[in-house]
């Protein structure tokens, strides 16, 4: 059972950081493409960022320039590192992967920037 978990999440003001992290279990997390989405109330999920097995990333046009996806293999990790936080990155902040035919989710985290 594919198990994805996300931490960092927090309050912080415009112009600062967060560091996002997801641990995965249950999956031989080198082979997958992991991602980063997120949601606010009324709208539908969005993809922020995407790194693939080879380390190619992708990102939301809103977020280019600003966010990092990296992983961590050996500890079967993903980070958002996320800069120049702006209000409109407020949202809960949910880790994903596709295996076997399903996407997995984690229960997210939320994070919060105040103007």
């Known amino acids: 059972q594919v198990h994805l978990v996300e931490s960092g999440g927090g309050l912080v003001q415009a112009g600062g950081s967060l560091r996002l992290a997801c641990a995965a279990s249950?999956?031989?997390?080198?082979?997958?493409?992991m991602n980063w989405y997120r949601q606010t109330p009324g709208k539908q999920r969005e993809l922020v960022a995407a790194?693939?097995?080879?380390?190619?990333?992708n990102y939301a046009d809103s977020v280019k320039g600003r966010f990092t996806i990296s992983r961590d293999n050996p500890k079967n990790t993903v980070y958002l590192q996320m800069n120049s936080l702006k209000p409109e990155d407020t949202a809960v902040y949910y880790c994903?992967?596709?295996?076997?035919?399903?996407?997995?989710w984690g229960r997210g985290t939320q994070g919060t920037v105040s103007s």
């Open positions: 790194i693939t097995s080879d380390r190619n990333t």
């Open positions: 994903n992967t596709f295996l076997r035919g399903m996407m997995f």
């Open positions: 249950g999956m031989i997390f080198s082979f997958n493409t």
